[in-house]
C-alpha cells in the first residue's frame, strides 16, 4: 500500500469532516461533540502545518497543529491532532503523518508540539510515543463527556535543537 501525504486543501474538507466525526462517534479522540464549518476550522488550524494522507487517491487520514496560545512567548508551541479513517488503522498511517508534521513543524519554528489523548486511546499514546513524544503526565477528570469524566495523558515532544 502506497500512502502519499500532502498539504491538505480546502477541496480536502469533505473527507477531512467524514474521519472527524468518526473520531468523535468514538468517544475517545476528542471532546469534540460536532463537527464546525470549514471556516471555523480553517481559523483554528496553522495553515503551513496542515496534511493528508492518501492511499489510492483517496483520503485516509490527517495530522494538523492548532495554536495553545495567542501570546507572542507561546508562538513555537502547538497542538497535535491526527486521525485515521478506522479501515486504514494498522498500516503505519498515522505514523506517516505524524512524522511529516514532526519535520513540517520544525521548519516552521515550532519547538514544541503537545498533545492530550484520552488514557483509553492507548494507540494514539503508544504512536505519539513512537514519534518522540513523552508522557508529561495524566490529567485527572480533565473533560466531561456525555457525563462521564475522562482523563487524558498529556505529552510533549521538544525540538531536538532549540536557537
Given at each position: ?5 500532502r498539504?491538505l486543501k ?6 477531512v469532516?467524514?474521519i472527524?466525526?468518526a473520531?468523535?462517534a468514538t468517544?475517545?479522540?476528542?471532546f469534540?461533540?460536532e463537527i464546525?464549518n ?5 481559523a483554528k488550524?496553522?495553515?503551513?502545518c496542515r ?12 495530522a494538523?497543529?492548532?495554536k495553545?496560545?495567542e501570546r507572542?512567548?507561546y508562538?513555537?508551541?502547538?497542538e497535535?491532532?491526527?486521525y485515521v479513517?478506522h ?5 503505519h498511517?498515522g505514523e506517516?503523518?505524524l ?9 516552521h519554528g515550532f519547538?514544541t508540539?503537545?498533545?492530550g ?11 505519539h ?5 513523552r ?7 480533565i473533560?466531561r463527556l456525555?457525563?462521564i ?6 505529552l ?8
Open positions: 500500500m502506497e500512502i502519499v501525504v498539504t480546502k477541496s480536502d474538507w469533505v473527507s469532516s467524514e472527524y466525526k473520531g468523535i468517544g475517545i479522540a476528542t469534540e461533540t464546525t470549514w471556516q471555523h476550522w480553517d488550524h496553522i495553515s503551513e496534511f493528508v494522507a492518501e492511499v489510492d487517491h483517496h483520503v485516509v487520514g490527517f494538523v497543529l492548532a495553545v496560545s507572542p512567548v508562538k513555537g508551541v502547538a497535535v491532532s491526527v479513517r479501515a486504514f488503522r494498522r498500516n498511517i506517516h503523518l512524522k511529516h508534521l514532526i519535520e513540517a513543524s520544525e521548519n519547538w508540539l503537545q498533545a489523548i484520552f488514557s483509553e486511546n492507548t494507540a494514539s499514546i503508544n504512536l510515543v513512537k514519534c518522540g513524544f508522557i508529561v503526565g495524566v490529567r485527572k477528570k473533560g456525555h457525563g469524566w475522562y482523563d487524558n495523558h498529556f510533549e515532544r521538544r525540538r531536538c535543537k532549540i536557537d
